[in-house]
């Protein structure tokens, strides 16, 4: 998956942290770092250390004003501490206002170490952070409603079967990768007979059930010394009740997980027959949304394939 910010990057100087600081604080404090880190592909993310309790912290930083994805971000990191065990980070403050500076803001905990995509692990560590994270995932996926798949915050759907929820997502994610260009016209027709099938395919009983819905390496933080690292906890959590199989197949489209995740997760959720398949179509979802945002001929080609794949079998 791309690491490349899609919208512009927010050079934030250490005045402006310091004002956001004494917002969230109520008294001044002095910033002795700001370092940018790596991730936030659609939201500037820093390191910022400043003198006295609470140092460091993260903020994430919105480019613009009344930015809604960082008021839902808050939302949700306090949804997930209040109501689940899944290791997120605390919510500190957040702004959309652009009073205290022209952008809107975010600041949340800082989890310790550093992302998966980076760590050095031996081989014990890499089966430890599986399971660690197999277990976090299947008590997550215990959390369900009776209300209707989507979103926990800014989303005002009547409820409907989630072969039509996704359906909806499905086809919004196509039609913007349709108007990039990227995709070939013998690929769109395809791909359009395919989203016709999808329905019947996903048809099965299913609970809405709460996932992360963005987990792959630079949202899982790891932490500790080579063989005895351990997982800290995940970033960026959309927070959406959906059918758990499309978080799992989220965490299988970029290889993030292995059969040890699955053993641990198998132990509190059966993976019914037929999720080969079903995940094809959270893939082909995946993609789309990838070659619209980063509009890059590695997607678009992962795109077609996967089109190509499923219209043989279906």
Same mark, same amino acid.
């Given at each position: 998956?791309?690491?490349?910010?899609?919208?512009?990057?927010?050079?934030?100087?250490?005045?402006?942290?310091?004002?956001?600081?004494?917002?969230?604080?109520?008294?001044?404090?002095?910033?002795?770092?700001?370092?940018?880190?790596?991730?936030?592909?659609?939201?500037?993310?820093?390191?910022?250390?400043?003198?006295?309790?609470?140092?460091?912290? #993260?903020?994430?930083?919105?480019?613009?004003?009344?930015?809604?994805?960082? @008021?839902?971000?808050?939302?949700?990191?306090?949804?997930?501490?209040?109501?689940?065990?899944?290791?997120?980070?605390?919510?500190?403050?957040?702004?959309?206002?652009?009073?205290? #500076?022209?952008?809107?803001?975010?600041?949340?905990?800082?989890?310790?170490?550093?992302?998966?995509?980076?760590?050095?692990?031996?081989?014990?560590?890499?089966?430890?952070? @599986?399971?660690?994270?197999?277990?976090?995932?299947?008590?997550?996926?215990?959390?369900?409603? %009776?209300?209707?798949?989507?979103?926990?915050?800014?989303?005002?759907?009547?409820?409907?079967?989630?072969?039509?929820?996704?359906?909806?997502?499905?086809?919004?994610?196509?039609?913007? %990768?349709?108007?990039?260009?990227?995709? %070939?016209?013998?690929?769109?027709?395809?791909?359009?007979?395919?989203?016709?099938?999808?329905?019947?395919?996903?048809?099965r009983a299913v609970?809405?059930?709460?996932?992360?819905?963005?987990?792959?390496?630079?949202?899982?933080?790891?932490?500790?010394?080579?063989?005895?690292?351990?997982?800290?906890?995940?970033?960026?959590?959309?927070?959406?009740f959906a059918d758990?199989?499309?978080?799992?197949?989220?965490?299988?489209?970029? @290889?993030?997980?292995?059969?040890?995740?699955?053993?641990?997760?198998?132990?509190?959720?059966?993976?019914?027959?037929?999720?080969?398949?079903?995940?094809?179509?959270?893939?082909?979802?995946?993609?789309?949304?990838?070659?619209?945002?980063?509009?890059?001929?590695?997607?678009?080609?992962? %795109?077609?394939?996967?089109?190509?794949?499923?219209?043989?079998?279906?």
């Open positions: 998956m791309a690491d490349r910010a899609i919208n512009p990057v927010v050079d934030l100087s250490r005045e402006e942290a310091a004002r956001i600081l004494a917002a969230w604080l109520g008294e001044e404090r002095r910033v002795v770092g700001l370092r940018r880190m790596t991730g936030g592909c659609v939201h500037t993310v820093l390191e910022v250390e400043f003198e006295g309790e609470g140092s460091p912290v #993260v903020f994430k930083v919105a480019h613009r004003v009344h930015e809604a994805s960082i @008021q839902a971000e808050h939302d949700v990191l306090r949804y997930f501490r209040a109501h689940t065990e899944f290791p997120v980070p605390k919510p500190y403050a957040c702004d959309t206002t652009g009073e205290v #500076v022209p952008y809107s803001w975010l600041i949340m905990e800082r989890l310790e170490g550093g992302h998966l995509g980076e760590a050095r692990m031996l081989p014990e560590d890499e089966d430890r952070i @599986q399971r660690a994270m197999g277990e976090a995932v299947g008590r997550l996926h215990e959390h369900t409603r %009776a209300a209707g798949f989507g979103h926990l915050v800014g989303e005002e759907r009547p409820a409907e079967p989630w072969p039509a929820y996704f359906g909806h997502l499905l086809a919004s994610n196509y039609r913007d %990768a349709r108007d990039t260009g990227l995709m %070939a016209g013998g690929d769109r027709r395809l791909c359009e007979r395919v989203m016709e099938v999808a329905p019947a395919a996903l048809a609970t809405p059930t709460l996932v992360h819905g963005d987990i792959w390496a630079t949202n899982i933080m790891v932490g500790g010394e080579p063989r005895r690292m351990q997982l800290t906890g995940f970033l960026d959590p959309g927070g959406i758990p199989e499309y978080e799992l197949a989220y965490l299988e489209v970029w @290889q993030t997980v292995d059969r040890r995740f699955f053993e641990v997760y198998a132990k509190r959720h059966r993976v019914d027959d037929g999720y080969g398949l079903r995940r094809m179509f959270y893939w082909l979802n995946t993609l789309l949304l990838h070659v619209w945002c980063f509009r890059t001929e590695h997607y678009a080609s992962a %795109a077609a394939g996967l089109i190509r794949r499923l219209a043989a079998v279906v």
